[in-house]
């Protein structure tokens, strides 16, 4: 889901955006699956196991689209609201309001937000995409990101690539401490034109045209 590293941020995907990936944050490895099912609505399966024990965790999670700033009111942030693990045995439920706005002059992104349970109080990230407007493909989706992380209490810093718009990588020091990775393969579904190339449709099929006037007669030539 839209967001930085452990926090999230008010934004979802692309409507019609599929995504499949793994991360390994201390103490959990985790795989999942999201969807970006309407353009206000985004939803995700997640399955983590812990490092050094013999547990596991499966959750879902869902995040509402409250506000877009690109809509009415430019000015305004987009504004979310979002539950984690909200069904099974909830260990880590969590539910959170986020507002986010974008900078688009400065390639910046800014987000506010509050959320109770496994994280509880006041979060926040940014993100930093310098090189967007520069004409060198690998650069111009190559970000820098910051976040306070309201489970930890401390301040994750790291950097974020897209690259060929199908594959995200993130990497970050996580209250200078640790260390966390992720990557996620995301395709956009609902904009495809397809894996394979098109070609054109064959050409609807015609009779010949017989101009043979009508009469009672005809050549053997044509029986």
Known sequence: MGGYFSMPSARIATPGTAAIGGT??????QWGVNFAI???LEVAT???VFRGISDTDRSGNIKLLLYNEKEELPLFPSFAVGFNDFFG???FYTYYLAATKQFLPANLEV?????????????????WTPFYNA????LKNFSFMAEYDAQRKGVNVGLVGDFMNLLQVKVASLGGNEVAASGVFHYNFGASDGFFPKV???RLYTTPVDHEPLG???SEQEF
């Open 24 to 29: 390994s944050i201390p103490p959990t490895n």
């Open 46 to 48: 997640n399955h983590q």
């Open 111 to 127: 987000s506010l937000g509050w959320g109770h349970g496994d994280f509880s109080g006041l979060f926040g990230g940014a993100t």
């Open 216 to 218: 009672e007669l005809r």
């Open 200 to 202: 054109n449709n064959p």
């Open 38 to 40: 309407f353009d206000h």
């Open 89 to 91: 045995d909830r260990r």
């Open 135 to 138: 004409n060198v493909p690998y």
